[in-house]
């Protein structure tokens, strides 16, 4: 069974920098997409960022120019690094990878909490 495990979470200032891994266990074959979600209390899940195999990415408008995403398809790891950290990206985080057309998961999430 293909289990997520995240890393990287944790508490950080203002203006600080974090960097977020995901790692897939498990599995005997890679996956098409590799993405980020995050739920801040309140508010419903949103997606953050994700990535191709072939290494295409995409950014929520919100975090765009501060997060990266990327991938090491040999690991099947993919990596979230974020700087110029504010107080509105406090959050649970969740990984999620999928395999076309009919496999995908859900990492267990990792709190993310920015302070002043």
């Known amino acids: 069974q293909v289990q997520l495990v995240e890393s990287g979470g944790g508490l950080v200032q203002a203006g600080g920098s974090l960097r977020l891994s995901c790692a897939a266990s498990g599995s005997g074959f890679s996956f098409n997409v590799m993405s980020w979600y995050r739920q801040a209390p309140g508010k419903q899940r949103e997606l953050v960022a994700t990535i191709t195999r072939g290494g295409s990415t995409s950014y929520a408008g919100s975090v765009k120019g501060r997060f990266t995403i990327s991938r090491d398809n040999a690991k099947n790891t993919v990596y979230l690094q974020m700087n110029s950290l504010k107080l509105e990206d406090t959050a649970v985080y969740y990984c999620?990878?999928?395999?076309?057309?009919?496999?995908?998961?859900w990492g267990q999430g990792t709190q993310v909490t920015v302070s002043s």
């Open positions: 999620y990878a999928a395999k076309y057309p009919n496999y995908e998961y």
